[in-house]
C-alpha cells in the first residue's frame, strides 16, 4: 500500500520507471540468442561391443557384465544399461544431470580411456569397442543414393556432393556410410553355375 501511494504522488518517475523496464525487456529480446535448433548436452554415451559369432549369453558373461563395472567406476555416473544381442553389447552410460556442460567433454575423454583400458580384457573375438559420444548432433537432411554397385555409388557421390556440403553455412558435419547388397551365389571355376539345381 506505501508502494502505491509513492507512486501515485511521483507519476513522472513511475513513468521514467516503467519506459526503462519496457526498453531493458526489448533489448533483452533483441539480443537473445534464437536457433531453431539449440545445443543442448545430452547427459549420456554408448558404448558398443561387437563380438561375432556369441550368443547373446555369452556377450553378457564374457562383455556385458565386465564393461558395466568398469563404466560404474566412472565419477558422476547415474545410470549403466545393458542390452545384450547375439554378436553384440550395447552399453548406455548417463551421467548426472548435475555435471556442467563444460565438463562433460572432460567426462567422454575419461569415458574413452576407460573403455580403451578394458578392451585389452575382452576376450579374443571381440572386436574394439566404440564409444558414441556425440548425440546431441542433429540432422538436418538425410540423402540416400542407390546403384547396383558400391564403386558406382562412390563415384555418383564425389561427382555430386564432393565436399560442398562444408561449404554450406552452419553444416557442421557430413557422415558418409555404405552398405553393400548381400548377394548369394554359386561358383565354380570362377564362373556363375547358373545352370545348376
Not at 14 to 33: E, T, V
Not at 34 to 39: H, S, V
Request: aromatic share 8%; charged share 25%; net charge neutral.
Amino acid at each position: 500500500m506505501k508502494a502505491t501511494k509513492f507512486f501515485v504522488r511521483r507519476p513522472v518517475l513511475f513513468w521514467s520507471l516503467m519506459g526503462a523496464i519496457l526498453i531493458a525487456g526489448l533489448l533483452s529480446f533483441i539480443r537473445m540468442p534464437k536457433l531453431e535448433d539449440p545445443a543442448v548436452a545430452v547427459m549420456q554415451a554408448m558404448v558398443m561391443v561387437p563380438y561375432p559369432g556369441a550368443s547373446a549369453h555369452e556377450v553378457e558373461l564374457q562383455v556385458a557384465q565386465m564393461m558395466e563395472n568398469e563404466l560404474r567406476a566412472l565419477p558422476n555416473v547415474k545410470k549403466v544399461k545393458s542390452e545384450c544381442r547375439n554378436g553384440s553389447a550395447m552399453l548406455t552410460v548417463e551421467f548426472q544431470m548435475t555435471v556442467l556442460d563444460r565438463d562433460l567433454e572432460q567426462l567422454f575423454n575419461l569415458l574413452r580411456r576407460k573403455v580403451n583400458d578394458a578392451a585389452s580384457r575382452l576376450p579374443e573375438g571381440c572386436y574394439d569397442p566404440v564409444v558414441i559420444d556425440d548425440m546431441m548432433d542433429v540432422y538436418g537432411i538425410f540423402y540416400g543414393l542407390t546403384a547396383d554397385d558400391v564403386e558406382e555409388i562412390r563415384n555418383l557421390e564425389i561427382r555430386t556432393m564432393d565436399g560442398r556440403q562444408l561449404r554450406i553455412g552452419n553444416v557442421a558435419r557430413v557422415e558418409r556410410g555404405y552398405a553393400a547388397p548381400k548377394r548369394n551365389g554359386f561358383f565354380v571355376d570362377g564362373r556363375p553355375a547358373l545352370g545348376y539345381a
